[in-house]
């Protein structure tokens, strides 16, 4: 036997089922504080990345470090602007080895924002006469692989269906 809820409440049940499947009115997609991003996401040790910054001190200096399990680099020094935000293409240290490591941007007031990458081996050059294959040239380009939807997005999905036809149904039942 199906307990019947009143109209009002089942709209406020979906409501409220949607609004924790969001995370709205959460604040869930807004940040406040000091955020960085790197590219590429990967490089090889010797190579470049730029370090985007925004929320960090303003008008100040902004040391940019490379921190990894076993190794850690100082690679720089940036200026930001009035709104705390900078760009800057730094080198990461040629004798980092490979693994993750966090990039971090500290400001002077102590204000800091971290971002993940991954350092790959440098390519060792082989001589083609030696391996008799020539070589792909690598590329420092950043590559965008298309990726299945996530585990989160998929349950709020289901979620939202679920909830649609929930109503879809009450609606018809009470019509009878």
């Keep these: 036997m199906m307990v019947m809820m009143g109209q009002h409440a089942w709209l406020r049940a979906m409501l409220l089922g949607l609004m924790v499947v969001t995370g709205w009115p959460l604040g869930a ?17 010797g190579g470049a990345i730029v370090v985007s910054g925004e929320a960090l001190t303003p008008n100040g200096g902004i040391t940019i470090t490379l921190e990894g399990a076993n190794f850690s680099a100082t690679l720089g020094t940036v200026h930001s602007d009035a709104e705390g935000a900078f ?12 693994g993750l ?17 991954t350092i790959v081996a440098a390519r060792e050059e082989a001589a083609p006469a030696q391996t008799g294959q020539s070589e792909a040239e690598a590329s420092a380009a950043e590559h965008e692989l298309q990726r299945p939807q996530s585990a989160t997005q998929l349950i709020g999905i289901s979620v939202v269906l679920v909830l649609s036809t929930l ?9 009878k």
């Design 87 to 98: 760009q800057q293409s730094v080198p990461v240290a040629p004798n980092a080895p490979p």
């Design 167 to 175: 109503l879809g149904l009450t609606l018809v039942i009470r019509r």
């Design 29 to 45: 997609w807004a940040h406040e504080g000091p955020e960085i991003t790197v590219k590429p996401r990967t490089v090889a040790a």
């Design 101 to 117: 490591y966090s990039v971090k941007a500290i400001g002077e007031d102590g204000k800091s924002a971290a971002f993940e990458i």
